[in-house]
Structure formats: C-alpha cells, structure tokens
C-alpha cells in the first residue's frame, strides 16, 4: 500500500528517519535527502531514474567548525503551495508556482557543532533548494571558505554538456562549447547537459543576493562542487547573524524545450520590493551604438564623436517617425578620451562633451516624444562610480531620462575599489561584493524611476521579480562581437544561448543587423554569421522586455519591407511558449502580444532560428486562439538564402491561417523565419 506523501512526510518527521522524501506535484521528480552517509546528501531522480546521485551539502568555515561531519536530521516539516502571481512585464503575465515544499533541519551537539536548515522545493520542472542558518552562539560573525554543495551527475560518462568557463578575463562572453560532460572543468552557470537517457538538465541559481555568484568546479568525474567566487582576501562569503542562501537549481525535462518553459527561476525570488512599478517602460530604441562598433564614429570626442547634439537629434527624429521609445546615447560624458578601457578613474557621469547639449536634448526629445536612454560606463572602477551615483541618476531624472545601460568593462577579476582605508582592491564580477553593488545601484536607480540595463553584468537570477526596475542585462557574447570579436558569434550561437544563457532571464543582445556586408561578405570575416531573416527572428526568440534596433537608420531605410516587422513586434508578451528546438541547433517561440500601449492583445508571433545547417520544421499552430483566424505576415528565408554569400535573400507574404493549420518553416543555413499573426 502506496502511503500519501503528506503522511509520508508526517511519519518522517516523527520518526526521525535517516532518510526523508518528496516528490513534485506530478510524481515524476522525487528528492531524497538523507544523514547516513559521511555528511548530509542529497539526490534527486526522474521518471524513477537517478538524474543526481547522492551529493553531498553544508560549509566549511574560517573559524567555526565545518557543517559536515556528524551532522544528523533532527526535525523535518513539509509544505504545499499552488498559487499565481503577475509579472508587470515579461514572457508571460501569470506565473503559475505550484510546488511540494520539504524543510530539513540539521543539527550536531555543541562544542563542534550547530544547526542549519535546508529547504527543498519540487516542481513538475525541477527543483531549489537553500540552506536557511539560524541565529545561533558562536555563529555571530562568519567567513565561509566553501560551500560543500555537490551535483553528482548520474550516469556521466554518457552526458553531452554545454558550457563556457568561468572565471576566466572575458567574463561569460564566451563561445559555448559541445563536450562529452567529463571536460567540463570550473563552469558558469546556468549550465545545460543531457544525460544518457536523453533527459535535459540545468543547473543554475536563484535570489542571489548578499552571496558570492556560484560556478561549477568538476572534482571527480561526473561530480561538481558549488565554487563560490572569492573576494579579493580569498573568503567567499561575509556573514553576521542569521542568513540565507540562493537557492540551487535544478531544472529537469523530457525535452529541451522543457527548460525554456520552466518558471522555477522567477518563482525562487521574493515579490516585487518597489510597489507601483507603472515607470517601468518594456518598449524599443535604436542608438549612438553600432556606428561606433564598426568605426564610423567614436565615444572619445574629436571629428568622429557619434554624441553629438546634432547626431543624437537625427536619431531622435527617427524613432519618432518609425514608432521607437528612445534613443541610446554612448560617449556623452567626460572620461571616453584616450584608452578608455583604463579611464575609470577620470570619468564622469554628471559632466558632458561641449558638443553634447543634455538640457537641449530633454527638450526636444519631449518635443518628438522619445526618451535619451542614458549610459554609465565605469570601466570597471566602482568606487569612483559609487561616488556620483546619486548626483548622476538625479541629473538623469531631470533629464527625463527613465532608462540606463551601466557598464563593467574590465577583466575578469579586475573590478577596482577602494577600501576603507584608502587601498585599491581587485574583485570578480561575480563575487559577493559586486553581487551587492550591482543591487545597489538598482536599488538606488529606483528612488529615482529609473531602470537599469546591466551590461558586464553579475548573472541573471531572477531578480526582476523583487526589482522590476532591472530591466534587462548583458551577460554573454552579443552582437558587438559580429563586428570586431575574434572569432564572431557562430551560427550555433543563438540556439545556443536560448538553453543555457537565456534560462537565467532576459537578455540584451541588440539584435537587428541588416547590413552584413561591412566588412565584406563570406564566411572569414567580422560580420554577423546570420541571414536577414534570422536578424528578424532575434526579436521573438531572445526575449527582452527592451529590445534595440541595434544597425545604422540609412540601412533599414534600404530595407523598409524587412524593418516593418522590426516596427510591428512588441516586447512585453501576454504568453510564451518554447514550441520546439535542440540545444545549439535550433529554436521556435510562439509568443502572444500584450495589450500594452498600442497593442490589441490578440496577435501571436513567431520566431525560428536554425544553426549552421538549413533544416525545414513544421510547426502545428494549435497555439493560436482557437476561435479566430488570423493574416499570418511571414518574413522567411528565400529559396537561394544562406548566410556566408547571400544573407540578404529573404520572402516576404500572407497568408491566412488559423489553429488548426500546420506551418512548415524551410530554414537557410543559419536562417530563420518571423511571423506575425494579426487577429482578423
């Protein structure tokens, strides 16, 4: 007789078992945490299979000693929730969280001794779990050296694993790489594998706060260890009194698409901290930006300065003509000239280039009704950022400036502060101290109704839903490095950031090249690996509550049948779905629009890419609304597309559909497709 798992739980608690469970509302995930192995495990399985062997949990400490050893279940209690809430802007307005809770409490007599908890939480997707340490005698002050957290992947000789390496000078903008699970050394997270039985999984993180960032280190074969990203003293995390961990994740699907459509990341954090967030604008813009990245203008002032009064007026005039919220300004401030890599001491963020007029701007930007979208590059000096920040995002409120892209552009490791006592200090991106800093200037950007767009960022946890003002953020290769990385982003890229990078959250990629052809065509060259098409498609499948229209006016002016879908798209959805794709090969989203500033609510669009390789999809349309028909706009790769000689070939038509059609989409090499089913 199959005992229900809340009298299972119940027993547990009473009985003080060695090992206790839970399980995921449908059953098919189940967690088994356990004190009869050298320290307190672990593991979770699926469909009855070990997807996480038994893995180890606790700390080690500077002073106290370790939570490991000797550490026994003296209490369990269990809970279960099914409720929703509401985005005020995102893939989807509800967020369902439904989940099965189980709360373990560990403890070891004094004098080596304590008490910790650790809260486990099932969804049908997956799972979180964090250490919750109590206020307790001699744990007032504590520095953790390491986290004992460990991710025993099962059967691992058989696992195919994408990742970048973490900890390394490019941050994590790197080119992803395909690799049996075995050599994947010291990782970023979210990392992505699939294991012998085809299952997907993905590790990551969630609430991330006061905390050292988390990357994977694999010790053994197959096991990988929490690595907390250190200060610049060697301690990875600064404690007083009681505290929290991020929650650990685990994300787990038949399919890959499984992933994508999981909301464990949002429903991990805590509920929006801001209260009325109504100033916070999901919307588009175009900018000062790739003109300076293919090197027809500069940030340092001089005759090629791109932020001119008069250039920034020019572009004002475009969106306003072609329906776009604001135009991004990179370069205005004092601080751009010489090697600005190095000027993070000298710039200024309150102080302008003669030839930049901001009072001037505000005006007719108001006139035109488009925004400045303002930018702070601090080139990695935090300290001389910190200092000006308060004057700054108030001379951007006056401006009526209610968004700003911030910049960290530094090496990995490399981020200047300055300490109490006048010494230069040099900190990871990811570790706890920038962790607090990147939230500081959240935080603080919100007493002024501004929103942040994060670039060299720490990594999305999903800390939109405390902080809606944290609009979006960097965090991988985007498309800058089509015109000057070494090498440019792969055909492969794209479908590969949707399953890794982009289940942490949104992500600012710029998308919208049309003009492949700057430095020449064919495969060799910096230029975007892509077809027109696919530039299209960026903006339904890497979702961004902002999205840019990132290349030159004059080249979408050359172009203004492809464009029109670029003016059409919103970026705040009703609804979105992963319909199907394969990590690193190919991706198709479904996403319905938002009734939000000009939007009717009641039209879909759909967004393919493929890699390297032309592939034809079909793709049943039983998302649609089922009692409408709907003008499917279809912007699609032609006959004789593809992406190294001839990007530009691209077919525009309509055609009438509605939920019970099947669309076959006939993808070009590193092709893709854009739709938009208008509501008729």
């Known amino acids: ?3 229900p798992l809340l009298l299972v739980l119940t027993l547990s608690s ?19 945490v356990s004190d009869t192995h050298s320290t307190p495990s672990y593991k979770i399985s699926f469909n009855d299979k070990e997807v996480i062997q038994n893995s180890s949990l606790g700390f080690n400490f500077k002073q106290q000693a370790s939570f490991a050893e000797g550490f026994k279940i003296t209490k369990t209690s269990n809970n279960q929730v099914n409720s929703q809430w509401q985005q005020p802007w995102g893939e989807r307005q509800t967020i369902i969280d439904k989940h099965n809770e189980l709360t373990v409490t560990f403890n070891k007599p004094a004098p080596h001794g304590g008490t910790y908890i650790v809260r486990f939480k099932a969804f049908n997707s997956g799972v979180g779990f964090r250490y919750e340490v109590p206020k307790q005698t001699g744990f007032e002050s504590i520095e953790i050296t390491k986290e004992l957290t460990e991710f025993a992947i099962a059967n691992a000789d058989k696992a195919t694993a994408w990742w970048i390496p973490a900890r390394g000078w490019n941050r994590y903008e790197y080119v992803y790489n395909t690799t049996p699970l075995q050599q994947a050394g010291l990782v970023h997270t979210p990392f992505t594998f699939k294991n012998a039985d085809g299952v997907h999984v993905s590790i990551h993180e969630a609430a ?68 009325d967030v109504s100033w916070v604008k999901p919307g588009k813009y175009v900018g000062i930006w790739w003109g300076m990245h293919i090197n027809e ?32 300004v990179e370069g205005w401030n004092i601080g751009w000239d010489g090697d600005w890599f190095f000027n993070g001491d000298v710039f200024s963020f309150t102080k302008p280039y003669n030839d ?7 005006r007719y930007g108001k006139q035109k009704g488009v925004q400045l979208i303002g930018h702070h590059e601090t080139s990695g000096n935090v300290s001389n950022y910190r200092n000006q920040m308060n004057d700054a995002y108030a001379l951007y409120e006056k401006a009526n400036v209610s968004q700003v892209k911030t910049g960290y552009v530094a090496d ?34 919100a007493k002024h109704k501004i929103s942040i767009n994060t670039h060299e960022p720490i990594k999305d946890t999903g800390l939109r839903r405390t902080y809606p ?61 892509t077809t027109l098409a696919k530039q299209l498609a960026l903006y339904v499948v890497m979702y961004s509550p902002i999205q840019m229209a990132a290349d030159l006016p004059r080249n979408y002016l050359a172009k203004p049948e492809a464009f029109q879908f670029i003016q059409d798209v919103p970026t705040d959805w009703q609804h979105s779905i992963a319909l199907a794709g394969e990590v690193g090969d190919y991706i198709v989203f479904a996403r319905k629009e938002r009734k939000r500033d000009g939007y009717s609510g009641n039209d879909w669009y759909l967004g393919a890419v493929t890699d390297e390789h032309a592939r034809t999809v079909d793709i049943k349309l039983d998302f649609l609304d089922g009692d409408k028909v709907f003008e499917a706009q279809i912007y699609r790769d032609g006959k004789n597309a593809e992406w190294k000689n001839n990007p530009y070939d691209i077919r525009i038509e309509q055609r009438i559909v509605s939920a019970k059609d099947t669309i076959s989409l006939k993808l070009a090499t590193s092709g893709g497709t854009a739709i938009r089913f208008k509501a008729l």
């Open 469 to 529: 003002n944290w609009i979006a953020r960097e965090g991988a290769r985007g498309q800058e490095f089509n015109a000057w990385g070494t090498p440019p982003n792969p055909p492969e890229h794209i479908p590969m950031l949707t399953f890794t990078r982009m289940l942490a959250g949104p992500m600012d990629f710029t998308p919208g090249i049309f003009d492949m052809g700057f430095n020449g065509l064919g495969a060799e060259t910096n230029r975007p690996q």
């Open 297 to 328: 203008t500069t940030w340092g002032s001089g005759e090629k300065h791109g932020a001119t009064t008069q250039n920034t007026k020019y572009y004002m005039d475009f969106a306003a003509k072609y329906g776009f919220d604001g135009v991004l």
């Open 14 to 32: 009473a009985c003080f078992a060695k090992d206790t469970t839970i399980q995921s509302p449908n059953g098919k995930i189940k967690i088994t």
């Open 1 to 3: 007789m199959r005992l």
């Open 356 to 362: 930049f007029d901001i009072d001037e701007l505000t």
């Open 208 to 275: 991330l706060v006061d905390y050292a960032g988390m990357v994977l280190n694999q010790r053994r074969p197959g096991t990988f260890q929490a690595d907390l990203t250190p200060w610049s003293d060697g301690i990875a995390v600064k404690k007083h009194g009681a505290f929290n961990t991020p929650w650990r994740t685990i994300q787990i699907g038949e399919k890959a698409v499984d992933l994508i459509n999981s909301d464990i990341i949002l429903n991990l954090n805590e509920p929006n901290k801001l209260g």
């Open 412 to 445: 990995g490791g490399n981020i200047k502060r300055i300490d109490d006592n006048g010494i230069a200090r040099h900190e990871w991106h990811d570790g706890q101290f920038m962790v607090n800093e990147y939230l500081h200037s959240v935080k603080l950007a």
